[in-house]
């Protein structure tokens, strides 16, 4: 039975916005060009595949439903009340195989010393075995590096075949569309003579694949990166904030778009009092520190959810509120910088020749800002969204480290950093949540802002890094 | 020079009146008084009676905006909008939901913040525009990508990476100063080291990219080629010129956060435990002290508006052609 949140709603609007605008822009060339030349630099090619791995994973994880538990011949279908994600079906092993508590990548053995019951009846201390990782090794002191090496090459194998077929596949299109031969197109990806640097991609998912592959395999019989307080496996609650992230590098810039452009563009375009009052209201709000708004938001947000408990249905959706609340109120401090450059550009923009024409011509002044000024400002707002998506990211860490940001029950980032903070201080110490924390952010980061400069640099050559 | 001066402050009250109305309106009456207090007091087991008291030891009981039982003048004076949130206009915080002067407590909290704050600044434009001018001086060369790609890398990296990996390292191996803590006078030097280096490191990949392609932009000038084409030497052209003419939007850009020193970093307080304006504001978050965060957002919005009339004055200042209108 299908559940829909509110950002599982926005998240797939957003998804069916940006398939409606690759059709508007393939055919529109003042957009297609830029794109074109995006496509030509292999950077830029390689962190567009690993911004759509981590957003096929987030897409995953917003197919929200109810689980059947069983179809019976009296009461029909029964649904489970706990809510999952096509994610969590994919990673059952993951989300199920929970150990009582901390134990370290890869590990066989716990992380902390316990009694343990011998089969003489004696009791001695020391570290127990886990359920799960590692659980089929008989004698795993001498077994572990060897069974490790073992599935790393399984994976590994795997990972290149399946790469292997892909990229033939690929290859094999491309030689249908250029018309030319297996061997010659092949040539030309490497040398990245064609219209898009195949190249890049190949490689970038070859490496993904073969990644996922060994991570697969290995997360089969160990958890790869370790088991949090609870015993959860670190691995399974990095994947899931994949999307709390992705929700808030992009539902943030949704929320806040059509205000932004709707007001630069109306401040730009009729100016007089309509500017000074949009202007007032911008800079009134840019005024208020970002974190201060946020955190009194979030509070009286606590207040109303404390308040109206028993409007929301499960802690899901509670959280969820939660989540389109950050977004929004994120929105609200952040939609100011792009309503400046917008006004500024329209101030320009009004005094060309084919907006005066227009309005010679008698054209209703809302029909002018959408026909033509509002194409003309897209650049501009294509790049602020691109630029806004890192920041945004890294935020929600810090936001949820001083505990305003996404639900605490929330997989997140933040979350996973906050709680594995306190754990700092244990000799040896736990580091692996924290770890995948940061990579997993690091990585999307990193792809984001390479593939952001390469974004700006197609629409603006103004703006080019030298 | 001064009327003009004069006309930026008054264009900036109405935007703090309307900060004010924007703060009175979330803390007053999207959430009313009686669900401050149920919240303070616990949810479910509270009795009307705790309530009424709670507010009435805050002055949270009059009216929000007209007192009718009220003489004259004291119907607007003896409100909630007036006496908490009027106030703040002159700098009278008040008394913060567990009883304290928070005035006092500002006065008392701005001086840790500043310890790290005002050395981070200075020492981060230094190692900054050095790094950028570095990059710029050997643009295109081995020296000048591998400094882009390392930047891009360092921007990257969350900050609480810099953070924590900063104090681990300390704390677990060099032992050269304490990772946490703050003490007074002088002996509070070695406390700040940490943070100020921390922060410092979690900067340099954004602001040495934005420098570097401030000085790229300056070299690219007409000027600069004159300069060379005159005989001078490089270094003299870019310590002479570009670096000079590379400062003035640096410098202006500087400006705006001036004023907001004060209020410290929420996050590097934090985590070092130094009893700034910054941790100030998130115990009161945690807390759920409404009265602190108000005055919080407040002087917040004061300081970030001076800091935007400090860069218009400055942006006369440096540069003639920006008129005065």
Not at chain 1, 258 to 267: D, Q, R, S, T, V
Not at chain 1, 388 to 413: C, H, K, Q, R, T
Not at chain 2, 3 to 27: C, D, E, K, Q
Request: hydrophobic letters at 50%; a neutral charge; one cysteine or more.
């Amino acid at each position: 039975m299908p559940v829909i949140f509110i950002t599982d709603a926005l998240i797939f609007l957003l998804v069916f916005m940006v398939i409606a605008f690759v059709f508007y822009a393939r055919r529109h060339e003042h957009l297609r060009a830029p794109w074109h030349e995006v496509a030509r630099r292999p950077l830029a090619m390689s962190a567009a595949i690993v911004l759509s791995v981590y957003i096929i994973f987030g897409l995953l994880d917003s197919l929200h439903f109810h689980p059947k538990l069983e179809a019976t011949e009296t009461s029909g279908t029964i649904y489970s009340t706990e809510i999952s994600s096509m994610l969590d079906i994919l990673l059952d092993d993951l989300r199920q195989n929970t150990e009582r508590t901390y134990s370290a990548p890869l590990a066989s053995y716990a992380f902390a010393k316990e009694m343990i019951d011998q089969p003489n009846g004696k009791q001695l201390r020391g570290y127990p075995r886990l359920k799960y990782g590692g659980a089929h090794l008989g004698n795993p002191e001498s077994e572990t590096v060897g069974d490790i090496t073992k599935r790393i090459l399984q994976g590994l194998i795997c990972g290149l075949l399946i790469s292997l077929l892909i990229s033939s596949l690929i290859i094999i299109a491309l030689g249908k569309k250029y018309q030319s031969d297996f061997r010659e197109t092949s040539k030309k990806c490497l040398r990245n003579e064609l219209d898009v640097s195949w190249n890049a991609i190949l490689v970038t998912l070859s490496i993904v694949i073969v990644t996922i592959c060994c991570l697969y395999n290995l997360s089969q019989y160990y958890h790869v990166l370790g088991t949090d307080k609870v015993g959860q496996d670190v691995l399974y609650q990095a994947l899931k904030s994949i999307r709390t992230g992705l929700v808030i590098g992009t539902l943030t810039t949704l929320v806040m778009l059509p205000f932004a452009i709707m007001m630069g563009l109306m401040a730009g375009y009729f100016r007089g009092w309509i500017d000074d009052v949009i202007q007032y209201l911008y800079t009134t709000l840019n005024s208020i520190p970002g974190v201060l708004l946020i955190a009194a938001s979030i509070l009286l947000l606590q207040v109303y959810i404390s308040n109206h408990a028993d409007d929301f249905t499960s802690l899901e959706q509670r959280a969820d509120l939660r989540l389109l609340f950050l977004c929004i109120i994120l929105g609200i401090t952040s939609w100011t910088g792009l309503c400046r450059l917008l006004r500024a550009e329209t101030l320009k923009l009004r005094e060309v020749d084919y907006v005066q024409a227009a309005q010679a011509f008698g054209v209703g002044n809302f029909s002018i800002m959408l026909r033509h000024l509002l194409p003309n400002v897209m650049h501009i707002v294509m790049i602020s969204i691109v630029l806004d998506f890192s920041g945004l990211v890294l935020a929600e860490a810090v936001l949820s480290y001083i505990n305003i940001g996404v639900d605490p029950s929330m997989n997140s980032w933040g979350n996973m950093i906050n709680g594995a903070r306190l754990e700092m201080a244990r000799e040896p110490i736990v580091w692996w949540s924290l770890a995948a924390a940061f990579i997993f952010m690091f990585v999307l980061v990193l792809a984001a802002n390479l593939f952001s400069d390469a974004v700006r640099d197609a629409f603006d050559p103004r703006l080019r890094q030298f | 020079m001064i009327s003009y001066i004069l006309r930026r402050i008054a264009y900036a009250l109405p935007i703090l009146i309307g900060v004010n109305i924007i703060t009175f309106v979330l803390f007053f009456v999207v959430n009313t008084p009686d669900d401050m207090a149920r919240m303070q007091l616990g949810m479910k087991r509270v009795s009307e009676a705790a309530i009424v008291k709670w507010k009435e030891d805050r002055g949270y009981n009059k009216p929000i905006l007209w007192n009718q039982d009220a003489e004259a003048i004291e119907k607007i004076t003896d409100t909630i909008f007036y006496q908490n949130s009027v106030k703040l206009f002159v700098f009278d915080f008040g008394r913060s939901d567990s009883g304290r002067d928070i005035g006092y407590d500002i006065s008392q909290r701005m001086w840790p913040s500043l310890a790290i704050t005002v050395p981070s600044l200075i020492l981060g434009l230094l190692a900054y525009i050095t790094f950028g001018l570095t990059l710029a001086f050997f643009r295109g060369s081995y020296v000048d990508v591998s400094g882009v790609v390392l930047c891009v890398i360092m921007m990257s990296v969350s900050g609480l990476f810099y953070i924590i990996g900063g104090q681990y390292l300390i704390g677990k191996f060099l032992h050269l100063v304490p990772i946490s803590g703050y003490d007074t006078g002088f002996n509070a030097i070695k406390f700040t080291i940490l943070p100020i280096l921390i922060g410092l490191i979690g900067g340099i990949g954004a602001s040495t990219r934005w420098y570097r392609t401030i000085f790229l932009e300056e070299m690219g000038k007409d000027y600069v080629r004159t300069a060379k084409a005159k005989g001078l030497s490089e270094t003299r052209v870019l310590y002479q010129h570009v670096l000079m003419n590379g400062l003035i939007p640096i410098l202006t850009g500087v400006v705006v956060i001036l004023p907001s020193l004060f209020i410290g970093s929420l996050i590097v307080e934090s985590f070092f435990a130094i009893p700034g304006l910054g941790s100030y504001t998130i115990d009161a978050i945690n807390r759920q002290d409404f009265a602190i965060v108000r005055s919080m957002v407040f002087l917040g919005s004061v300081l970030y508006i001076i800091g935007l009339i400090l860069t218009d004055i400055s942006y006369t200042l440096v540069d003639p052609r920006v008129r005065l209108n």
